[in-house]
Nanobody, 127 residues
Framework: QVQLVESGGGLVQAGGSLRVSCAASGSTFSWYNMGWFRQAPGKEREFVGAIRRDSATYYIDSVKGRFTISRDNVKNLVYLQMTSLKAEDTAVYYC?????????????????????WGQGTQVTVSS
């Protein structure tokens, strides 16, 4: 059982940077893979990237080189650092978690892989 709370969203100009955070509580953070999703107006929820227990990271092609995911296992935080933001990055950003101690055939980019979700934080990029 884990609770997730995102923060740090806001309004930023195109080309700017923003870091959103996800605070986890209620369980052992280091057991969890952590992911980021986003949902833009009128679109389905989209996988953005993930960071494993061992800090290996994965990103969709559209954000590679611009977004960086990191984690702090002491503070129970995961970050999504976004740079060179584009208007199409505008979305509600959600963090997600799954206990990674057991094997699964599911993949990170599938929402069904993840067991826990935060409430989301709005990121708006103005042109």
């Amino acid at each position: 059982q884990v609770q997730l709370v995102e923060s740090g969203g806001g309004l930023v100009q195109a080309g700017g940077s923003l870091r959103v955070s996800c605070a986890a509580s209620g369980s052992t953070f280091s057991w969890y893979n952590m992911g980021w999703f986003r949902q833009a107006p009128g679109k389905e929820r989209e996988f953005v990237g993930a960071i494993r227990r061992d800090s290996a990271t994965y990103y969709i092609d559209s954000v590679k080189g611009r977004f960086t995911i990191s984690r702090d296992n002491v503070k129970n935080l995961v970050y999504l650092q976004m740079t060179s933001l584009k208007a199409e990055d505008t979305a509600v950003y959600y963090c997600a978690a799954r206990d990674a101690r057991t094997w699964t055939s599911l993949t990170y980019y599938s929402s069904t892989y993840w067991h826990y979700w935060g409430q989301g934080t709005q990121v708006t990029v103005s042109s």
